[in-house]
């Protein structure tokens, strides 16, 4: 049943992406129910008695579908149409890989009881920081628009003349890194704890652990930079970048590896 929500709702989300944004309503609309759809077929195929089913493509379908969330939350309040470009064929692509690769069930009993709270940490911090890398694209997209505007007409740019201006998109940047930031924070020291119960050391130096330590470096130094020395504009983007792509191989694209090139299960 879970595989035919996530078909509906990936098809739901390539709806949302092609809509015209003169259509405000049936925009919301098809979101909240791809996002519903989208939600329920996350729980079915996740949970189950006494265990989790833990997967790059599970990890990847819940972070995007917060990020689906976000976006419907900030679009109230801001005109964010480029960014519904981008999330909702994200997402529908998310959601599509999770059917084909459903990942393993890991159980919670035991020592692993720290694990559920750990990995909801993880990815509310990996979807924050997902939105927030969407968000530094089409900042630099909408920067690149400024000085080609008139040149180009199409379904994109169309979009990226619709969104706020520069200044209150940085605003709105900064305040996701930092949210991201936090829960991040949070992500290292639940792993620290469960590090702790499951193997009895404080941090297991594995690539998980390198790649997450090393995208917080990363936001710490932009988030110091913006405070002491005015970071902003190429410089932010490039941080918030690079800090992302690190991330997502701290895990997804390690588990990637793992379930599709070498065809492993939990490591």
């Known amino acids: ?42 729980w079915l195929a996740v949970s189950a008695p006494g265990s989790l089913r833990i997967g790059f493509a599970a990890m990847l379908s819940a972070a995007l579908w917060i990020s689906v969330g976000a ?42 009881r720290m694990l559920g709270w750990h990995i909801a940490i993880a990815t509310l911090a990996y979807a924050t920081l997902t939105i927030a890398a969407f968000h530094a694209v089409l900042m630099a997209l909408q920067e690149s628009r400024l000085h080609t505007r008139g040149e180009r007409s199409g379904f994109l740019s169309a979009a990226l003349d619709q969104l706020p201006a520069l200044l209150t998109m940085e605003k709105l940047l900064f ?8 829960l991040l924070s949070l992500t290292v020291l639940s792993g620290i704890v469960f590090s702790e119960e499951l193997f009895g050391k404080a941090l297991k130096w594995d690539h998980k652990s390198v790649f997450t330590l090393l995208s917080w470096l990363l936001f ?47 490591a």
């Open 1 to 42: 049943m879970q595989t035919y929500f996530l078909i509906a709702a990936a098809l739901l989300y390539v709806v949302c992406a092609v809509l015209p944004p003169r259509r405000p309503a049936l925009i919301s609309a098809a979101t909240a129910a791809a996002w519903l759809l989208h939600g329920v077929s996350l």
């Open 220 to 266: 710490a130094a932009l988030l110091a930079g913006r405070h002491f020395r005015g970071w902003r504009g190429k410089t932010a983007l490039s941080f918030t970048l690079a800090g992302f792509a690190t991330l997502l191989l701290a895990y997804v694209g390690s588990r990637f590896v793992l379930e599709v090139v070498l065809h492993r299960g939990m």
């Open 71 to 112: 976006y419907w939350l900030e679009n109230r309040n801001f005109a964010l149409d480029g960014l519904r470009r981008m999330v909702m064929p994200s997402a529908a692509l998310a959601a599509a890989l999770q059917a084909a690769f459903p990942g393993a069930l890991v159980a919670l009993d035991g020592n692993a």
């Open 175 to 182: 305040r996701l890194i930092a949210f991201g930031f936090v």
